[in-house]
């Protein structure tokens, strides 16, 4: 694996990468390096073909508290071209998680703020420990509250009008309510938090790695598909690209003799 700065990366299953935030004396607070960083990351992990899912969580006691304040501090002296600029490019690395083609899970161990909730809703799968806690912090900084995609990716998992509440006062979201509303899909304690991660990301490499990226796609293209019509064909097209992988055959024939699948990648 790539050396990060920012980041502390390992492969405790063969099959699955873990990228800690490593910045746990500032909480894990973004840099403009760090946001580099996550595209060198999405990179790697993309063409690493033994690489099933990745995993993101934070090192020490937060997830990610958004952009680190010393950085956010040059933004105001920056001239509108050269924000723009960055803000692209940083926005883009926060969606790369998203538009990775293998499935990424976000274990939420503590506070994910501002940028730090945008990478948590960039990630297909969150789960988070009881200490967990998401704000829109940007509000609190004079900002607006969408911000890394957090405009498009909230509403679509809590509804319209919580994601007005939460984007509009940048108060925190709890875990247990998180729960509640669905931002997370489960919360257990903070020990636990990495090993359940984990535990899903094993589930989901018993699955084919095509079926997996084809799952991301359709779900992702399909929730703002113009029509059921529109939605069965992208469906349709994906299944029969499906049956003419070897994987398929392998995933079939390993179902009928009951025996974990072997799969290429193709």
Same mark, same amino acid.
């Given at each position: 694996?790539?050396?990060?700065?920012?980041?502390?990366?390992?492969?405790?299953?063969?099959?699955?990468?873990?990228?800690?935030?490593?910045?746990?004396?500032?909480?894990?607070?973004?840099?403009?390096?760090?946001?580099?960083?996550?595209?060198?990351?999405? @990179? +790697?992990?993309? $063409?690493?073909?033994? =690489?099933?899912?990745?995993? #993101?969580?934070?090192?020490?006691? %937060?997830?990610?508290? *958004?952009?680190?304040?010393?950085?956010?501090?040059?933004?105001?002296?920056?001239?509108?071209?050269?924000?723009?600029?960055? @803000? +692209?490019?940083? $926005?883009?690395?926060? =969606?790369?998680?998203?538009? #990775?083609?293998?499935?990424?899970? %976000?274990?939420?161990? *503590?506070?994910?703020?501002?940028?730090?909730?945008?990478?948590?809703?960039?990630?297909?799968?969150?789960?988070?420990?009881?200490?967990?806690?998401?704000?829109?912090?940007?509000?609190?900084?004079?900002?607006?509250?969408?911000?890394?995609?957090?405009?498009?990716?909230?509403?679509?998992?809590?509804?319209?009008?919580?994601?007005?509440?939460?984007?509009?006062?940048?108060?925190?979201?709890?875990?247990?309510?998180?729960?509640?509303?669905?931002?997370?899909?489960?919360?257990?304690?903070?020990?636990?938090?990495?090993?359940?991660?984990?535990?899903?990301?094993?589930?989901?490499?018993?699955?084919?790695?095509?079926?997996?990226?084809?799952?991301?796609?359709?779900?992702?293209?399909?929730?703002?598909?113009?029509?059921?019509?529109?939605?069965?064909?992208?469906?349709?097209?994906?299944?029969?690209?499906?049956?003419?992988?070897?994987?398929?055959?392998?995933?079939?024939?390993?179902?009928?003799?009951?025996?974990?699948?072997?799969?290429?990648?193709?």
């Amino acid at each position: 694996m790539t050396t990060y700065n920012t980041l502390l990366v390992d492969r405790p299953r063969p099959q699955i990468v873990v990228a800690h935030l490593n910045r746990p004396d500032r909480m894990n607070a973004i840099t403009f390096e760090m946001f580099e960083e996550f595209v060198a990351l999405q @990179q +790697e992990v993309e $063409a690493d073909q033994k =690489a099933r899912v990745l995993v #993101l969580t934070g090192s020490g006691r %937060a997830f990610c508290a *958004g952009l680190d304040l010393e950085q956010a501090a040059t933004l105001p002296q920056m001239p509108a071209a050269v924000m723009l600029k960055g @803000q +692209e490019s940083w $926005a883009k690395s926060v =969606a790369g998680f998203r538009h #990775l083609s293998k499935p990424v899970i %976000a274990a939420v161990n *503590g506070a994910a703020a501002g940028a730090g909730m945008g990478i948590a809703l960039a990630a297909d799968i969150r789960i988070a420990s009881d200490e967990a806690k998401f704000n829109a912090a940007f509000v609190k900084i004079g900002l607006s509250g969408g911000d890394v995609g957090t405009s498009w990716m909230l509403p679509r998992l809590v509804g319209l009008g919580r994601a007005y509440e939460i984007l509009l006062t940048g108060r925190f979201v709890e875990a247990q309510e998180a729960l509640h509303i669905g931002m997370v899909t489960e919360v257990t304690d903070a020990a636990s938090l990495l090993e359940r991660a984990l535990e899903i990301a094993e589930v989901i490499c018993g699955n084919s790695p095509v079926g997996m990226a084809l799952t991301k796609q359709v779900v992702q293209q399909n929730v703002d598909a113009p029509s059921l019509e529109a939605a069965l064909a992208l469906e349709n097209r994906n299944q029969v690209l499906a049956t003419r992988t070897t994987d398929m055959v392998e995933a079939l024939q390993a179902f009928r003799e009951k025996r974990a699948p072997e799969f290429v990648g193709h």
